[in-house]
């Protein structure tokens, strides 16, 4: 395998900008399937989440495109908006040709702006299948010099409801164009499809232990029988303290409800799903990335794709359809080679669904206990005394100094520096000092065994698994 840009038959220049990007080697992906692309071959090619598609994708057609031309040289499909602009901006990334314009076009946004601007001849266009089709009714897109078509998340752009747009799509392109279709997961389905929309192509697939799998873990705690989800995620959330989390529901409801429950516990949290308009959702996902909000709680509108820098948990608070989206989902974390965590919550009747995930992606899943209130206390206690330990090296110590003296004037120092860390304790874990009674545990309740002081739990259990909604049909354009 190679294992430098300029091995796969990339130009210097392009391997400069990419040293600049951060990218000294190529991903297995990118190793294996740029070289095909550039050759001229079309491609199916199945990888890991967060490896490194986009570019595998995104370098040879960037390599071959003519930006002396000004007209549309390459059409890229995405099942969702945000991907359209996320693999819009990767594109403008890795671009070294100002002259390149690359323009996403999607659905929520005014498409008579987006109409002006391909009439400026943008050579490259990311969209979503229902926006690009209604740009082509209107005369706005012409695809008839399209010698490069891309759909990533194939399998998922293939899925009911985007065939049918695909298709007329693709007969809108010239026949001898060159064709990839991308994803971490393509069903056996897709081979009928490839055959069907794609000549000869390679098929280049990563194995899963050659891209590194045990990045992300995955952990499973099982609600005990007659609590409610939310109930079982708060001492979850105050274990792991995450940094930055998806949380991952199946309906809008639940998302606004969960993230209600949420923010009156005072977690920086908000939702995102198809019923918020196009510049909330945009602004939000930018207030996520740029870690002014820390944990998002979504439906699988944000299961596919999305690449948000340094986001350490996932979260399916409920288990998703599809084993495809459970891979998808928790590939959120663990991307670029980072480290991530995913955890799952199940009530006791939903066992089996673990066990097709777990036959899917061949792995066992490991279960975790909810924490009980004194772990979470002593987890408290660790990270205070790390924040502790912080500060004594730090420079703004110093200005803390004259309280201190004034201070040993009346107390004994031990005294003072209790003090001090009983009110950084207090300040660290407002919500479980408010939620305390809620998240409080006892060990007949963690073993899921009936405790006389809960009241009609069978039928609570059920009204709880009533009230899991079907998935919500996600409005992507
Ligand atoms: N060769 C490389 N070196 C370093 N970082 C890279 C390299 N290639 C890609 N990346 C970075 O890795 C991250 C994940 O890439 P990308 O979004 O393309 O993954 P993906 O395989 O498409 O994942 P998904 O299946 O979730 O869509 C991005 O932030 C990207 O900038
Ligand atoms: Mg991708």
Known sequence: MTLSFTGLGLSADKVHH????????????????????????????????????????????????????????????????ELAIQVCQAMRDLNTDRSLKILAVYGGQSIDQQMRRLRRGSQVVVGTPGRVLDLINRGALNLDQVNWLVLDEADEMLNMGFIQDVETILNCTPAERQ??????????????????????????????????????EQRVYVVPRGWSKSRALQPILEMENPESALIFVRTRRTAAELTRQLQAAGHSVDEYHGDLTQSQRERLILRFRQQQVRWVVATDIAARGLDVDNLTHVINYELPDSVESYVHRIGRTGRAGKEGMAISLVHPLEKYKLRQIERHIQQKLAFAKIPTRAEIAARHLERLQAQVEDAITSERLASFLPIVSQLTESYDLRTIAAAALQMAYDQMSPSWQRHEIHTEITETERHGQRSPSKQGRGKSSSKQRRTIQPSASSSQD
Not at 193 to 199: D, G, H, P
Not at 210 to 215: E, G
């Open 179 to 216: 064709t990839a279709f991308f994803s971490a997961t393509m069903a056996p389905t897709i081979r009928e499809l490839a055959t069907k929309f794609l000549r000869s192509p390679v098929t280049v697939t990563v194995e899963a232990a050659k891209s590194a799998p045990t990045r992300i």
């Open 18 to 81: 990419l040293e600049k990007l951060g990218f000294r080697e190529p991903t297995p992906i990118q190793a294996q399937a740029v070289p095909h692309l550039l050759s001229g071959r079309d491609v199916v090619g199945q990888a890991q989440t967060g490896t490194g598609k986009t570019a595998a994708f995104a370098l040879p057609l960037l390599e071959q495109i003519d930006p002396r031309i000004p007209v549309l040289q390459s059409l890229i499909l995405t099942p969702t908006r």
